[in-house]
């Protein structure tokens, strides 16, 4: 049975997931979601938090249940890379949802700072050591075609972001590497289809699904969304040879 990683992007936990983790499971798949240090229900202080610390927390989830397929979402995507750069053997895949693809010595940040999107001081909310979003825009920023229901339960439950893993470059990839496909979120308004579509044209991917959704599809498009990740979960168990840009594949919300 293949597993199934689900790491959650910033001011996120593994709340985020409990849509999905059900969806999975009907599907045949193990699925679990871990709380990031300093998010969830995790309690380690933001200073405390390094890319370092990320790393090894997904590394520990994928030792404990894999080789698994990591999904990444958002800043998500920037730890289940460095990961995989330290220790490809744990991962079968990486699904990138929405997700940072840096390349070795990038900053989760720096990719941000390229996005039209980038919006400087008004959506970040920045205090000393962390970073929220303004709390007028988290709906136009992360759920804007949730639910109204779904985003207001999730609003209630973000915490605050350290920054010090956003400004860490990313490992260089230790080879093999394992295999890759990317979800994009055509509507998202964190993370701009655009930026999107710049970071996986860089890399091989074994597909590119595209959903016509925000930047929460585990709340907004849940089945297509699951239905996107068997694919490729799938895909990976059949070790398709990767190819640049292969299998656009639209479904929508």
């Not at 990486?94 to 720096?110: A, C, D, N, R």
């Not at 400004?167 to 093999?176: D, L, S, T, Y």
């Not at 595209?210 to 490729?232: K, M, R």
């Amino acid at each position: 049975m293949t597993t199934i990683l689900l790491v959650h992007g910033s001011c996120h936990g593994a709340w985020c997931w409990e849509k999905i983790i059900p969806r999975l499971g009907a599907q045949g798949f193990k699925a679990i979601a871990i709380d990031l240090p300093s998010h969830g229900q995790d309690d380690t202080p933001w200073w405390r938090v390094t890319l370092g610390a990320y790393a090894r927390a997904v590394c520990d989830a994928a030792r404990a249940h894999g080789p698994v397929v990591a999904v990444g979402h958002s800043m998500g995507g920037g730890l289940i890379t460095q990961a995989a750069n330290e220790e490809p053997d744990l991962f079968a895949g990486l699904i990138y949802l929405s997700g940072f693809v840096p390349k070795g010595g990038e900053t989760i940040l720096g990719l941000a700072r390229r996005d039209p999107l980038w919006r400087g001081f008004s959506v970040p909310r920045y205090h000393v050591g962390t970073i929220t979003v303004w709390p007028e825009r988290m709906v136009d920023t992360f759920y804007n075609t949730c639910d109204p229901r779904d985003a207001e339960r999730a609003i209630a439950r973000l915490t605050p972001q350290p920054m010090f893993p956003l400004v860490q470059p990313i490992a260089k990839a230790r080879e093999p590497q394992p295999p890759k496909a990317f979800i994009e979120c055509a509507r998202d308004n964190t993370i701009s289809l655009e930026l999107q579509r710049y970071m996986h044209a860089r890399f091989e991917m074994t597909g590119v699904a595209t959903l016509d959704t925000d930047h929460s599809p585990f709340y907004s498009a849940p089945s297509q969304l699951t239905a996107e990740i068997v694919n490729f979960a799938n895909t990976f168990a059949g070790a398709a040879a990767p190819v640049q840009g292969a299998g656009k594949v639209a479904a929508r919300a």
